[in-house]
């Protein structure tokens, strides 16, 4: 266990639970003890939930799947937007669409309309306009773009979802668990730990400590993606090593066959002299 790591985790007020009374009995296996009527979370238990989720999320984005960041409660969006952009993943800042992953089709069909507002808000098209409609066009612009630029690059089913709180982003891990995707959650101790498949428990309240963990899942996607990275220069390394040593096995074959042709050559003429002699 890193000394750095627990204390970065104690400055962030990761270990501050929700109020007693508040409590989610499913988390008892995760929380120390409790002060001033207020539930301390085991630091030992976020530390192993955190470098398991790390190992997960960066195995899967070395297999160069996506990782989709949900988080759109008021202490989140910022950090969940900074840190997916960050590390080139999509992202859910604002507000979870229903069917996002369910009904994947239909909301990546909302994409073109998206691209044909930018398309006219961009160009002189918006001045032939009415007013009424200009206002009208702007308003579906922001209330589209609030909603589906953070999954505009997301042209196929994440592999994996890092959620901030289950309990706010209960639709989000309930499309998530029918297809079958992973989840990572940030859980408080008022939260149900069966609904997720890796838990970090931690305050999902605090902003510092929602910053640090979705700083350490961003820095481990980064880290993934570095591996695939090196695995593609290691196989272009190994074709340009193997082109290397099939040109001088060719250039040895032609060169015995040159030799084998021009041994030939200097013997056909005295033979062909020898028969042509006793005729003249």
Not at 99 to 108: D, H, V, W
Not at 194 to 221: K, Q
Not at 236 to 263: F, H, L, M, N, R
Request: aromatic residues 4%.
């Amino acid at each position: 266990m890193s000394n750095t790591l627990v204390q970065d985790l104690i400055d962030a007020g990761v270990h501050f639970g929700h109020r007693v009374s508040r409590w989610n009995p499913k988390m008892s296996r995760y929380i120390y003890g409790k002060k001033n009527q207020v539930h301390i979370i085991d630091i030992r238990e976020t530390v192993r939930g955190l470098l398991t989720a790390k190992k997960y999320v960066a195995q899967i984005a070395s297999g160069g799947s996506l990782i989709l960041f949900v988080g759109t409660k008021r202490q989140a969006g910022a950090a969940v937007e900074r840190e997916a952009v960050r590390c080139g993943m999509p992202f859910v800042s604002q507000r979870w669409l229903g069917g996002a992953l369910t009904n994947f089709r239909t909301i990546r069909s909302r994409m073109s309309r998206l691209e044909e507002l930018e398309e006219i808000r961009s160009g002189d098209q918006l001045a032939s306009y009415s007013k009424k409609m200009q206002s009208s066009l702007n308003r579906e612009y922001r209330k589209m773009f609030r909603n589906l630029n953070g999954i505009r690059a997301m042209n196929r089913l994440p592999e994996c979802l890092v959620v901030i709180d289950p309990n706010k982003e209960r639709n989000a891990i309930r499309e998530a668990r029918a297809l079958g995707i992973t989840t990572v959650s940030l859980i408080d101790s008022n939260c149900d730990p069966d609904l997720v498949d890796i838990p970090i428990p931690g305050n999902d309240d605090g902003i510092r400590s929602i910053e640090l963990i979705m700083s350490h899942m961003a820095d481990a996607v980064i880290a993934g993606a570095k591996n695939i990275v090196a695995k593609n220069e290691g196989k272009d390394a190994g074709k340009a090593q193997e082109a290397a040593d099939e040109a001088p096995a060719t250039e040895s074959v032609e060169a015995v066959a040159d030799s084998e042709s021009s041994v030939e050559s200097p013997g056909e003429t005295p033979v062909a002299e020898t028969v042509s002699d006793p005729a003249s």
